[in-house]
T-cell receptor, first 116, second 114 residues
């Protein structure tokens, strides 16, 4: 079974600074998908960014980018120019490419605090 | 707004009771997923339906069951409720069963068992 590990229970960053959230995963599969979801205090789960394992290029969505290291099984999220609205729990998630008959495996999350 | 609708948003019930949580997926989405988020267990995948058929099972208890109807809405039935079942239950949907398609989450149903 796949596992996802987020080793930082909490991170704090000054507004406008850059922060990187770590995620590692364990899998024997070669093809899969990785996601970062954001959960603000409202508890809504919001997709931030996704990465296909077969793509070498790191995904980017505006201020959010990832550093995907397939050999190291690492998938970190970089948030540039942090804003107060970025404060939330961030979850890293893994999904097998096995035909879609599965769900997401989540890490335990990182609580991101933005200092004004 | 993800387009996934869940009702009720909040529910308080007593131990031993049965509740039904309802989910309407995004328009056009055939796959529905149910997740449980609790303080001690984190986010756990419960079950997936695709176009009315059960597709995958995760850590779903035998006291829990789900179904997806012809109009693609889904219901999660929780019975013989225990205090430990108190959690946020998410429904999510995606276009098809293929793994790459993004999974969109509803706002969740808060269940409190007293």
């Amino acid at each position: 079974a796949q596992t996802v590990t987020q080793s930082q229970p909490e991170m704090s960053v000054q507004e406008a600074e850059t922060v990187t959230l770590s995620c590692t995963y364990d899998t024997s599969e070669s093809d899969y998908y990785l996601f970062w979801y954001k959960q603000p205090p409202s508890r809504q789960m919001i997709l931030v960014i996704r990465q296909e394992a077969y793509k070498q290029q790191n995904a980017t969505e505006n201020r959010f980018s990832v550093n995907f290291q397939k050999a190291a099984k690492s998938f970190s999220l970089k948030i540039s120019d942090s804003q107060l609205g970025d404060a939330a729990m961030y979850f890293c998630a893994y999904r097998s490419s096995g035909g879609g008959a599965d769900g997401l495996t989540f890490g335990k999350g990182t609580h991101l605090i933005i200092q004004p | 707004d993800s387009g996934v609708t869940q009702t009720p948003k909040h529910l308080i019930t007593a131990t031993g009771q049965r509740v039904t949580l309802r989910c309407s997926p995004r328009s056009g989405d055939l796959s529905v997923y149910w997740y449980q988020q609790s303080l001690d267990q984190g986010l756990q995948f419960l079950i997936q339906y695709y176009n009315g058929e059960e597709r995958a099972k995760g850590n779903i208890l035998e006291r829990f069951s789900a179904q997806q109807f012809p109009d693609l809405h889904s219901e999660l039935n929780l019975s013989s409720l225990e205090l430990g079942d108190s959690a946020l239950y998410f429904c999510a949907s995606s276009v098809v069963g293929s793994s790459g398609n993004t999974i969109y989450f509803g706002e969740g149903s808060w269940l409190t068992v007293v």
